[in-house]
């Protein structure tokens, strides 16, 4: 109902004047009632439909303002501040969060920050399909994916779904444990590992066996090649005289073995190139019985492999 100002009075035989009769419905107040009854919409309200408001700015005098709905959200969403606000469906619209964000179960397709104020953001169920994050120091993690620019991981524990890249050009991992269905490349720098992982510079104690499998050498027109990057353990079947080029690929320091078999019938020889040495100057005989074995043991200085005989294993 309405309610008139009751402040203008009449005294008797008074003249009802235009000014008079204003301010009795200057300070009409609009209760509940009044809007209740009046007929709903039957279209959807859209941005261009008007409501009438009151400009605070103008206090208890003056008309009622048109404004869209358009801008009545605009305006106040973009100028006030929410604690609860509580938004479902799916929303289209890019927003920046200042300072901290909580998301406790949903998928984030794509998300792109640019510098961020935030110390922490924890992310407990979720699937972020791509995140490039230029700096960022974060707690614990459990997405499936994520591109790090620059910025401090403490902790990046990844206990389900796949890392498919982690690209670190600055910053500091402090623990990364994961577990490789591929290859592992570092193009520059070093990496230190711990147990169970053959590294160069640390002695270790190995609690199973290391060892290169043997390959065969072969014979061509009484000549044998010896590419000693790819057979550092080799067998050779000697089926006719032969003489052993000189070997390809030397390391000073590395061991080399050969194992040299008498082929059926026996009695072959095999001769050396210059780049094989043994003491005296002599080099071994083979056993000459058919399948008789010998070794022959090598260490190189780069160029030279120094070699001695073990003969006639039978």
């Known amino acids: 109902m309405a309610k008139f100002n009751t402040g203008q009075s009449f005294a008797d035989g008074d003249t009802v004047t235009g000014a008079k009769l204003n301010n009795i419905t200057s300070q009409l ?64 619209c890019n927003r920046t969060v200042a300072t901290s964000a909580t998301i406790t179960t949903g998928t984030i397709p794509n998300f792109t920050a640019g510098t961020t104020t935030s110390t922490a953001a924890t992310i407990t169920n979720g699937t972020i399909a791509t995140a490039l994050i230029p700096a960022l120091t974060a707690g614990t993690t459990t997405g499936t994916a994520g591109i790090f620019t620059a910025g401090t991981i403490t902790t990046l524990n990844s206990t389900i779904g796949t890392i498919g890249t982690l690209n670190s050009t600055t910053g500091t991992i402090g623990n ?70 000189t070997p390809t690929s030397p390391q000073a320091g590395c061991t080399y073995v050969m194992i040299v078999t008498q082929g059926t019938g026996g009695s072959n020889t095999l001769s050396f190139s210059t780049a094989y040495k043994f003491p005296g100057g002599t080099a071994p005989v083979l056993s000459t019985g058919s399948a008789q074995v010998d070794v022959v043991s090598f260490v190189s200085n780069g160029t030279v492999l120094f070699g001695v005989a073990s003969q006639n294993f039978s």
């Open 176 to 245: 990364f444990t994961t577990t490789l269905t591929g290859d592992l490349t570092i193009s520059t720098g070093s990496a230190t590992v711990g147990t169970r992982v053959a590294v160069l510079n640390t002695a270790q104690q190995y609690s199973r066996a290391h060892n290169f499998a043997a390959t065969a050498l072969t014979i061509t027109s009484g000549t044998v090649p010896w590419n000693l990057a790819e057979n550092q353990v080799a067998t050779l079947t000697v089926t006719t005289n032969s003489t052993m080029n």
């Open 29 to 92: 107040n609009i209760y509940t009632g009044v809007i209740s009854e009046q007929t709903a919409m039957a279209a959807t309200v859209s941005t261009a439909d008007q409501l009438l408001i009151a400009d605070t700015d103008n206090g208890d005098s003056g008309a009622a303002n048109r404004v869209t709905v358009q801008k009545l959200l605009n305006d106040t969403l973009t100028n006030g501040t929410y604690t609860n606000a509580n938004l479902s469906g799916t929303i289209t």
